[in-house]
Each structure stands twice: as structure tokens, then as C-alpha cells.
């Protein structure tokens, strides 16, 4: 699956953007696809994930309540929506698309077996 992201900018504290994955190649309307986060000197956080059909949804503790993530009607393209932006919320944000199996969390990186190449995030205060 290859994936590609857009949607990142520059925005004020409290604003909104919304991202968009669009994959393509095999599984790419079946896959589980997640949101992850890196800001400047940190690890890569889980941010939110979705499954196919948009009825298994996650996020991060620290997005909950801003962040929604969506399926479009094709499947092939997630979307983020992120509001109540902080400061904090500064990274570069990637799509990533996990093969579905048994037991899966799909809040760790190694569980995702395509990523996008990002999108900078940055909210200033």
C-alpha cells in the first residue's frame, strides 16, 4: 500500500486542520489505518486509528475529544480532523496502514506495515 498525506500547516492555538491519507495498491480499502505523531525530539505517538468500515475507532489520550478521525465513502482515504489545536500538537503527522489480524491493538508502530512520508503540523501560541 502506498500512502500519501496533505492537509499540514501552520496554525494559531485553537484553530483546526484537517489531514487526508489517500492509499492505493492492494488492501488499501481494507486495511486498518492509523494516525501517528512525531514532534521535535520525541518518540512516534499513536494519535487515532480506524478500521475499514469506520466501526472500530481509537485515540490517543492526548487527542480525545479533539481529534476525529473518518473513512471516506471509497475507503481508500482517512481523514483527520483536528481541532482545539495546542502548541503541543507541533509534529509531523503520518499515515500508516496496518494489515488486520487477531489481537491487534494498532497503537504501535510495528504493527503498521506502510507509512506515508508526512505532513508538518505546527501550531503556534
Known amino acids: 500500500v502506498q500512502l500519501f498525506e496533505s492537509g499540514g500547516g501552520v496554525v494559531q492555538t485553537g484553530g483546526s486542520l484537517r489531514l487526508s491519507c489517500t492509499a492505493s495498491?492492494?488492501?488499501?480499502?481494507?486495511?486498518?489505518m492509523g494516525w501517528f505523531r512525531r514532534a521535535p525530539g520525541k518518540e512516534r505517538e499513536f494519535v487515532s486509528v480506524?478500521?475499514?468500515?469506520?466501526?472500530?475507532?481509537y485515540y490517543g489520550d492526548s487527542v480525545k475529544g479533539r481529534f476525529t478521525i473518518s473513512r471516506g465513502y471509497s475507503a481508500k482515504t482517512v481523514y483527520l480532523q483536528m481541532n482545539s489545536l495546542k502548541p503541543e500538537d507541533t509534529a509531523v503527522y503520518y499515515c500508516?496502514?496496518?494489515?488486520?489480524?487477531?489481537?491487534?491493538?494498532?497503537?504501535?508502530?510495528?504493527?503498521?506495515?506502510?507509512w506515508g512520508q508526512g505532513t508538518q503540523v505546527t501550531v503556534s501560541s
Open positions: 500508516a496502514a496496518a494489515t488486520p489480524y487477531i489481537g491487534g491493538k494498532y497503537i504501535y508502530t510495528h504493527e503498521y506495515d506502510s
Open positions: 495498491g492492494q488492501g488499501a480499502s481494507t486495511n486498518h
Open positions: 480506524i478500521n475499514w468500515n469506520g466501526d472500530t475507532i
